[in-house]
């Protein structure tokens, strides 16, 4: 079985200040780790994606996550908030292979001038 | 919160055969999103359904291949024609919802479909 858990649903951030949104994930594969992000109207845009290479991936738009296996996490984080990051973004986590992907609840971003 | 559902969960069907892929949504929604996850792939938009309008498709993605239905606001079929192997994936709807005060996004289980 595998789950993920996003701690939070709403995040507020000032401008300029750095992002951090958690994660928790658990798995009896090896899984693979997504960020998404969706801005409203729009479908999903993958941010970056981890799959058992460097635990330290870095994505579009200056984001980057840690996997770290031994607090079963995959937290998202970014140095400096931008306005356009205001959107609301996913944890998922899948099985090698195709067996199941699984989304978390997601966590709404919101950046304050 | 929306409650979505999927049916088939899962399949294994013939090359050159086609599946119709059915969500059904507890509450009526305006968008409905079709995605696809290939194997060790991120997740595909393939397509944004409207009830009452066309299907609009991502690049790469036509209508002859999945071709989408939208006959109401809480159902969509999507289905998947002629198929090859590479058409194995696990294939999602999604909706937009409100969730207390605030536009959300809800996703079905998937389905799960090998092409032999």
């Known amino acids: 079985a595998q789950s993920v858990t996003q701690l939070d649903s709403h995040v507020s951030v000032s401008e300029g200040t750095p992002v951090l949104l958690r994660c928790n994930y658990s798995s009896s594969y090896s899984p693979s780790l997504f960020w998404y992000v969706q801005h409203p109207n729009k479908g999903l845009q993958l941010l970056l994606k981890y799959t058992s290479a460097a635990t330290l991936v870095k994505g579009i738009n200056g984001f980057e996550a840690e996997f770290k296996k031994s607090e079963t996490s995959f937290h998202l984080t970014k140095p400096s908030a931008h306005m356009s990051d205001a959107a609301e973004y996913f944890c998922?986590?899948?099985?090698?292979?195709?067996?199941?992907?699984?989304f978390g609840t997601g966590t709404k971003l919101q950046v304050i001038p | 919160s929306a409650v979505i559902s999927q049916k088939p969960s899962r399949d294994i069907c013939q090359r050159g055969t086609s599946l119709t892929i059915q969500c059904q949504v507890d509450s009526q929604v305006t968008m409905m999103f079709w995605y696809r996850q290939q194997p060790g792939q991120s997740l595909t938009l393939i397509a944004t359904?409207?009830?009452?309008?066309?299907?609009?498709?991502e690049s790469g993605f036509v209508i002859d291949k999945f071709p989408i239905s939208r006959p109401n606001l809480t159902f969509s079929t999507l289905t998947v024609s002629n198929m090859s192997p590479e058409d194995s994936s696990i294939y999602l709807c999604?909706?937009?919802?409100?969730?207390?005060?605030?536009?959300?996004?809800?996703f079905g289980p998937g389905t799960r479909l090998l092409v032999l």
């Open positions: 998922v986590v899948s099985d090698s292979g195709y067996q199941k992907v699984t």
């Open positions: 999604s909706v937009e919802g409100i969730l207390g005060s605030q536009e959300t996004q809800y």
């Open positions: 359904a409207n009830q009452g309008s066309e299907a609009t498709y």
